[in-house]
């Protein structure tokens, strides 16, 4: 349709008997599933991943039972050196024990199962003794303890409550 006004001349490219159709509506496009519901998925499934983590092992309690190995490491007459009161020091070529000197408790399988230390050395009836209490799992069937580079003794889980050795 051609129009003439004040001397432009436009024209519409539109025939004249065409009438103007607006665009349909369309509806907005979809993107697969709401991403409220992705995010709810993942929540739960995030929940039952740690519940399943946290029911296999364990709550984090004291659910496991254990034994606390207690024994001491006593050096005889002439391995030590007397203190002050009932304190004792390791005397000559003992020189590795000491309050702190590492104690190792083991499996009959080799794994370790915890790392302890002596504590001061005490003048006893048998010589100065370093005590120590490690706490290990219970129900092995039997335990080794290493103290320093002293060498190995093996216990059995009834005699591990008092796991007393001697150097000297």
């Known amino acids: 349709m051609d ?5 432009m001349r436009f024209s519409t490219g539109v025939p004249p008997t065409a009438a103007y159709e607006a665009p349909a509506a369309t509806a907005p496009a979809r993107r697969g599933v709401a991403p409220g519901i992705v ?18 092992h364990g709550s984090g309690t004291a659910s496991k ?11 005889t007459q002439g391995a030590y050196k007397e203190g002050d009161g009932t304190d004792c020091t390791a005397g000559d070529g003992f020189s590795d024990i000491s309050p702190g000197t590492a104690v190792t408790v083991g499996d009959d399988a080799g794994a370790t199962l915890a790392v302890g230390q002596l504590q ?8 100065c003794a370093f005590g120590f209490d490690v706490k290990v799992p ?7 303890v290493t103290v320093s580079h002293r060498g190995t003794q093996v216990f059995s889980p009834d005699q591990i409550g008092e796991a007393d050795m001697t150097l000297g």
């Open 3 to 7: 129009n003439d006004q004040g001397g």
């Open 39 to 56: 995010a709810a998925i993942a929540i739960i499934g995030l929940g039952i991943g740690f519940g399943a983590g946290y029911a296999a």
């Open 65 to 75: 039972k254990t034994v606390t190995v207690h024994g001491s490491l006593t050096l």
């Open 120 to 127: 001061a050395g005490q003048i006893t009836g048998g010589g």
């Open 138 to 144: 219970a129900g092995r069937t039997s335990y080794t």
